[in-house]
């Protein structure tokens, strides 16, 4: 790759890293004051009508948007055909959310899922064109844009939803948050982003994007079905509040997970999509992206898995204090993430789709054995959160085969990269675990357990100088150079 394209590609990880960190943090504030001002009931309304609202919202994109950026040659008509498809389906999508809401209230026994679900709802509309307008950006590696409209749209809706929940709108807050996210970041985008629809439709190049995109939708479909299952088992089985501590067992993890992981592999569908043809070189981009990633996010679970008590007692206040087995859960299955979206991104920028689609039949399948088992055999809401850990550790092994022929990347030598990262994250673990021990309140707990491991893991990484560390380290001195010489560029190319 080319001096001038690892600087595009690290000053775009940094942005979208900017944003994700920013959105994210803002996010989690937002999160954490919302959490001591509901009741964990509020948050089981919230997850099960999320859970329709995001099978839905997988029909709007239709797998077309990572159509638009994994296609070398894109035009207006096809960005406008999409968009005019996506409002078309997102129509479709919100009249059987409004006539089938009576039925979800019926199952769930609470005749209020009835107005909130067709109130949510409504962040179809706005999303079909946020997609697209999210793939001219990814296309333009323009993720500055994105940065600004994001944390714009998260900070507006964060005083929204605060402001409801004082104002003692219980779960509404919730509900307002999240449609005045999508409504502000879609009007954001419009002034940021250069591009509009036009008048344009071809069914022609919509069934060429869609011969790639369909794949992405029944997978996308699989995925968000899947995903939600625990949590409709959950909270149709037990108790409220059991929905709404493994709500909130999943907030940390995943908004980290998100902030480090998410950037990343947001930034390497296009990398690796422009680089599709030269696989060595692919190989070579996926590596570091597998190394670097899992060395960010290997620490950061388990140091979190590690101040779990102390941290949720602090901010969410000792109600919430049963979410944190879940958390523990959360942590273990979002550790392995990097490894399954960096294979996925691979596979997908390769165009091949297809195999994508048999990879997720084949997840979702013995998934949905080792969810029957936990839910049958043994009945336990932690058993239940659990067998997504063992689902997601064969995972690892299953995304990752398709490569070894495409790429040549063995899943033993995803291993091996991943050794390193392993070991240093299991003596920090040792080393924050050894501090947890003290007799301390739960700030200074915090503090000196955070104090301890980011210490240990740094310093064993000047010590060790594994090869993620020094990737990373490669990536922060790209972008610190200023100017690059014309005749420099021109050799690199």
């Known amino acids: 790759m080319s001096e001038r394209k690892k600087r595009t590609a690290g000053q775009s990880f940094l942005f979208k890293f900017t944003e994700n960190a920013g959105t994210k943090g803002i996010a989690l504030v937002v999160g954490i004051v919302l959490a001591r001002l509901l009741s964990p009931a509020d948050y089981w309304t919230l997850t099960l009508i999320t859970v329709f609202v995001n099978i839905s919202t997988v029909f709007v994109q239709s797998g077309l948007n990572t159509a638009l950026i994994q296609r070398l040659e894109v035009d207006e008509t096809d960005l406008s055909s999409v968009f005019y498809l996506s409002l078309g389906i997102s129509c479709g999508c919100y009249a059987l959310l409004y006539f089938g809401a009576p039925l979800v209230a019926g199952i769930y026994g609470d005749t209020q899922l009835i107005i909130l679900i067709r109130v949510l709802a409504l962040v179809l509309f706005p999303g079909a064109l946020n997609s697209v307008q999210q793939a001219v950006v990814a296309r333009k590696m323009a993720f500055h844009k994105l940065m600004k409209a994001n944390l714009l749209a998260t900070a507006i809706s964060g005083v929204v939803g605060v402001s409801m929940a004082y104002a003692g709108l219980g779960v509404w ?59 409709l088992i959950i909270g149709k089985r037990y108790q409220k509040e059991e929905l709404g501590f493994y709500n909130r067992g999943k907030l940390f993890p995943e908004l980290l997970t998100n902030i480090v992981d998410g950037s990343i592999q947001s930034v390497m569908l296009p990398v690796f999509s422009s680089e599709q043809e030269n696989r060595p070189l692919l190989k070579s981009i996926m590596r570091r992206t597998v190394m670097v990633s899992s060395y960010l996010v290997f620490p950061l679970m388990a140091g979190l898995a590690l101040v779990a008590r102390p941290m949720v007692s602090l901010l969410l206040t000792d109600k919430w204090l049963p979410c944190v087995p879940f958390l523990w859960i959360c942590c273990a299955d979002f550790a392995f993430y990097p490894v399954h979206t960096s294979n996925l991104q691979a596979i997908n920028a390769v165009g091949r789709s297809d195999v994508f689609l048999r990879l997720e039949i084949i997840k979702k399948a013995y998934g949905l054995v080792i969810l029957a088992i936990s839910v049958f055999c043994f009945d336990n809401v932690l058993i239940i959160a659990a067998g997504s850990v063992l689902s997601t550790l064969i995972a690892t092994f299953v995304n990752a085969s398709p490569n070894k022929k495409l790429l040549g990347y063995r899943y033993g030598e995803q291993v091996r990269d991943l050794l390193p990262s392993l070991g240093m994250t299991l003596v920090m673990g040792i080393a924050v675990w050894a501090a947890g021990r003290l007799p301390l309140g739960n700030l200074p707990l915090l503090l000196v357990q955070t104090a301890v491991g980011v210490l240990t893991y740094a310093g064993l990484s000047l010590w060790w100088k594994p090869e993620a560390f020094l990737s990373l380290r490669d990536m922060i001195q790209t972008l610190r150079r200023k100017t690059v010489s014309p005749k420099r560029e021109e050799n690199n190319e």
């Open 173 to 231: 807050a919730l509900i307002g948050q999240q449609l005045v996210n999508q409504f502000a970041l879609c009007v954001i985008l419009l002034f940021t982003v250069e591009w509009r629809p036009r008048l344009l439709f071809s069914w022609n190049k919509v069934k060429g994007l869609f011969s790639f995109g369909w794949k992405l939708l029944v997978s996308g479909l699989i995925e968000t079905i899947y995903n939600n299952l625990r949590s």
